[in-house]
């Protein structure tokens, strides 16, 4: 019996940490969430409520609480969190740079791959609310209305930034993972630390990169207890919110005439991605269009295999064929 529940739980690490790779991915792309990867993905309320636990076992450990903090550290999911963090941190950290460059040679194409990503998770949201009113009509206009002007502000890039504003990138950035629908990098574009926490990650800054986590670990505990307690008491209004979030995000990823908003070669200038317009030749068009589809149909292939996978794990619960965890002897 031991080792079918080995494999198990190696097939779900497995599972976990490309997830996690999905998320990471999508954090590293200006205009892209990682929240909003891991609400597709069907373990956006697990990562709420698991870092909510571990923000809590934090503050037993500040209060001295030590036999609570060891208590409360037995109820996190270990196997779910390690590997999909793993995921998260590599992706960021290998394809950063990778993904930087795709972003400043093909901004159009890459901006039409996560337009079709990003479109198609706010009709999965859609879905996932129970019941529509007029409120939740108005909220997700209102949010979308408001996100959609606010990203045509933008900014400069800092030049040589200090800690302080490494610590401060950190307290913004995080919200990407709390929040769908907001992309923590396009919110570092739009103040100027995008280009610093790149080149911060391909030369292994260790300090900068520390006060850039200290203030993301700052931000995730007050967010993310913040987020478990909205969506435990008005579930519905705010995945409303959040697909008005999403919709108004879409204009980062509108591919013409700049694309995604990217850091060009050219005295570190800063490539505004939130300009609407028109393509002006048919591969403009054509390209975008194609990486749009392509993304659309991926986002909607990983939703059938995790539904049909939830579906089969539950009837084979249903039987007494399937047990989470190993049956008591």
């Given at each position: 019996?031991?080792?079918?529940?080995?494999?198990?739980?190696?097939?779900?690490?497995?599972?976990?940490?490309?997830?996690?790779?999905?998320?990471?991915?999508?954090?590293?792309?200006?205009?892209?969430?990682?929240?909003?990867?891991?609400?597709?993905?069907?373990?956006?309320h697990?990562?709420?409520?698991?870092?909510?636990?571990?923000?809590?076992?934090?503050?037993?450990?500040?209060?001295?609480?030590?036999?609570?903090?060891?208590?409360?550290?037995?109820?996190?999911?270990?196997?779910?969190?390690?590997?999909?963090?793993?995921?998260?941190?590599?992706?960021?950290?290998?394809?950063?740079?990778?993904?930087?460059?795709?972003?400043?040679?093909?901004?159009?194409?890459?901006?039409?791959?996560?337009?079709?990503?990003?479109?198609?998770?706010?009709?999965?949201?859609?879905?996932?609310?129970?019941?529509?009113?007029?409120?939740r009509?108005?909220?997700?206009?209102?949010?979308?209305?408001?996100?959609f002007?606010?990203?045509?502000?933008?900014?400069?890039?800092?030049?040589?930034?200090?800690?302080?504003?490494?610590?401060?990138?950190?307290?913004?950035?995080?919200?990407?993972?709390?929040?769908?629908?907001?992309?923590?990098?396009?919110?570092?574009?739009?103040?100027?630390?995008?280009?610093?926490?790149?080149?911060?990650?391909?030369?292994?800054?260790?300090?900068?990169?520390?006060?850039?986590g200290?203030?993301?670990?700052?931000?995730?505990?007050?967010?993310?207890?913040?987020?478990?307690?909205?969506?435990?008491?008005?579930?519905?209004?705010?995945l409303?919110?959040?697909?008005?979030?999403?919709?108004?995000?879409?204009?980062?990823?509108w591919?013409?005439?700049?694309?995604?908003?990217?850091?060009?070669?050219?005295?570190?200038?800063?490539?505004?991605?939130?300009?609407?317009?028109?393509?002006?030749?048919?591969?403009?068009?054509?390209?975008?269009?194609?990486?749009?589809?392509?993304?659309?149909?991926?986002?909607?292939?990983?939703?059938?295999f995790?539904?049909?996978?939830?579906?089969?794990?539950?009837?084979?619960?249903?039987?007494?064929?399937?047990?989470?965890?190993?049956?008591?002897?």
């Open positions: 019996m031991t080792e079918p529940n080995d494999r198990k739980l190696l097939a779900k690490s497995c599972a976990h940490f490309f997830r996690g790779l999905f998320m990471g991915l999508a954090d590293a792309v200006p205009g892209v969430s990682g929240g909003t990867i891991a609400l597709l993905l069907g373990i956006y697990r990562l709420i409520e698991n870092i909510g636990i571990f923000v809590t076992c934090c503050g037993y450990l500040v209060r001295r609480e030590f036999r609570s903090c060891r208590l409360k550290l037995g109820t996190v999911e270990w196997s779910f969190l390690i590997p999909l963090f793993i995921g998260i941190f590599l992706a960021f950290g290998v394809l950063a740079h990778f993904i930087e460059d795709l972003l400043e040679n093909y901004p159009q194409p890459m901006a039409g791959l996560f337009f079709g990503l990003v479109a198609v998770s706010v009709i999965t949201g859609i879905k996932m609310i129970q019941a529509w009113n007029y409120m009509y108005g909220c997700t206009a209102l949010v979308g209305g408001v996100t002007v606010l990203l045509s502000l933008g900014s400069g890039q800092i030049q040589d930034p200090t800690l302080v504003h490494f610590f401060v990138g950190g307290i913004i950035a995080i919200s990407a993972m709390v929040l769908p629908g907001i992309s923590g990098s396009f919110l570092l574009l739009m103040i100027g630390m995008y280009a610093p926490l790149i080149q911060t990650v391909n030369d292994k800054h260790l300090l900068k990169l520390l006060v850039f200290a203030g993301a670990i700052l931000s995730l505990g007050f967010s993310s207890k913040a987020i478990e307690w909205l969506l435990k008491h008005h579930r519905d209004t705010v409303a919110c959040l697909i008005g979030l999403m919709l108004g995000s879409l204009r980062v990823l591919p013409w005439p700049n694309g995604v908003g990217v850091i060009s070669e050219i005295d570190d200038e800063v490539v505004k991605g939130t300009t609407l317009g028109w393509p002006d030749s048919f591969s403009d068009f054509f390209w975008p269009l194609c990486l749009a589809s392509a993304g659309f149909i991926l986002v909607l292939s990983i939703l059938f995790e539904q049909r996978k939830q579906n089969t794990l539950k009837a084979l619960s249903s039987k007494g064929e399937v047990h989470e965890y190993p049956p008591p002897r």
